[in-house]
């Protein structure tokens, strides 16, 4: 069961970046999907998280209005779209899935069970 992360990079700031999850080694096809992101001395935090079939979405504040998540389930690709990216954003983007629940949302951190590696974001300003 994995959970790997690509598309991040080094970005000025206003830019966009599109962070892609790819899933393998089981079906997350009815699980909650998230990204989560942590910078250095600070605990993780939850960006956006996505419901099964995509139908609904949930946002921080801090990223509401220039991100999007999404998820293809044919693909097995979760996606994040990130637009006018700050220097602020700067951190290492995680990938996380909820194998314990079905058709709902996930909002918590410790709730999400599998997750990838990371991918580093940094936005220069």
């Known amino acids: 069961v994995e959970l790997v992360e690509s598309g991040g990079g080094l970005v000025q700031a206003g830019g966009s970046l599109r962070l892609s999850c790819t899933t393998s080694g089981r079906n997350f096809g009815e699980n909650p999907m998230g990204w989560f992101r942590q910078a250095p001395g600070k605990e993780r935090e939850l960006v956006a998280t996505?419901?099964?079939?995509?139908?609904?979405?949930y946002y921080s504040d801090s990223v509401k209005g220039r991100f999007t998540i999404s998820r293809d389930t044919f693909k097995a690709t979760v996606y994040l779209q990130m637009n006018s990216l700050k220097p602020e954003d700067t951190a290492v983007y995680y990938c996380?899935?909820?194998?314990?629940?079905?058709?709902?949302?996930?909002?918590?951190?410790?709730?999400?069970?599998?997750w990838g590696q990371g991918t580093q974001v940094t936005v220069s300003s």
């Open positions: 996380a899935a909820d194998t314990q629940t079905m058709h709902g949302m996930t909002y918590v951190a410790p709730e999400y069970d599998v």
């Open positions: 996505i419901n099964w079939n995509g139908g609904a979405t």
